[in-house]
């Protein structure tokens, strides 16, 4: 078997936070790092870690065929990609709008498998592994996260679909499914809602109006209370290297719970339960 330190590893959206942590674990690790960054000063602290920063946007067909270019020349094997890219998204599905949904899709799904695409011919003959980063947003949505939630439900689903077509080939595809982490990504998926709730017509605000100022008061408290993207990162550096791995892996408690309770819990149950704890969150009544 190729070694870590005469393998090449990728880890997409690695600019900060959860890729970053992941980036510089797999390097620690001895493994040779591309990762996937948006500037070129994102990758500056990535270098004293040993990692080899490359600009992609994993929605940029230059950017992908810039990176395979890079794999094809480099005589070590892929062992591992690790598709992390992402962006957030919150607020009613009646008032987001669909040009939001596009973007989000774009990014959450529709550019991993631009990139995996791209790179499965190295992954086959390198006999690597495909890890896909989605979320516990991705087996359980609720109010206020549709659009998100919906991109990494579709990211799922493409895993599933493409574990059993890469099975017979030696290419296992993991996937992995954070809970809260402590990153500033979060707060730039409530970000917009302030733009949202001001487009909303009166008739709206009366629908959602608490639910919009809910949101960020909720994903604020919900990532405060998550793991740290180092510890984050180790749960991927072993999906990514582990001999025998899972098909899932989960990230912090709330995610193992919510994700277990959900498989035999009533709809209407944990409808309840999540709306619940949503309203925690509500304007006091007055």
Do not use: C
């Not at 620690?28 to 591309?34: E, I, K, P, S, T």
């Not at 994102?42 to 395979?68: F, K, M, N, R, Y």
């Not at 059993?164 to 993991?174: D, F, I, K, S, T």
């Amino acid at each position: 078997m190729t070694t870590s330190s005469e393998s090449l590893a990728i880890v997409t959206g690695a600019s900060t936070g959860m890729g970053a942590a992941t980036a510089r674990e797999l390097a620690r690790r001895g493994y040779h790092v591309l990762a996937g960054v948006r500037r070129e000063r994102d990758g500056q602290s990535l270098l004293d870690a040993g990692v080899e920063p490359v600009i992609l946007d994993i929605t940029d067909p230059g950017h992908i065929a810039a990176l395979t270019a890079r794999v094809e020349q480099d005589p070590r094997p892929l062992r591992a990609l690790i598709n992390n890219a992402g962006i957030p998204g919150a607020g009613p599905i009646e008032v987001t709008p669909l040009d939001e949904w596009r973007r989000i899709f774009e990014v959450n799904l529709f550019g991993h498998v631009a990139v995996i695409q791209a790179l499965l011919p190295a992954l086959v003959r390198g006999r690597g592994r495909i890890v896909n980063i989605t979320s516990l947003n991705g087996r359980l949505s609720m109010a206020g996260y549709g659009p998100y939630a919906s991109s990494k439900f579709a990211m799922e689903a493409m895993s599933d679909a493409l574990r059993n077509e890469l099975a017979p080939h030696g290419v296992p595809v993991v996937v992995v499914e954070p809970g809260g982490v402590k990153t500033a990504m979060a707060g730039h998926g409530t970000a917009r809602l302030s733009d949202l709730g001001a487009r909303m017509s009166p008739e709206q605000n009366e629908r959602y109006g608490d639910l919009v100022q809910a949101l960020p008061s909720h994903v604020a408290a919900f990532t405060e209370a998550g793991n740290t993207a180092e510890e984050a990162a180790r749960t991927i550096a072993k999906a990514a290297t582990v001999r025998r791995p899972r098909t899932r892996y989960t990230i912090g408690t709330t995610a193992a719970f919510l994700i277990g309770v959900s498989r035999f819990l009533p709809d209407r149950l944990l409808d309840r339960m999540t709306t619940a704890d949503l309203r925690k969150h509500y304007r006091p009544v007055r």
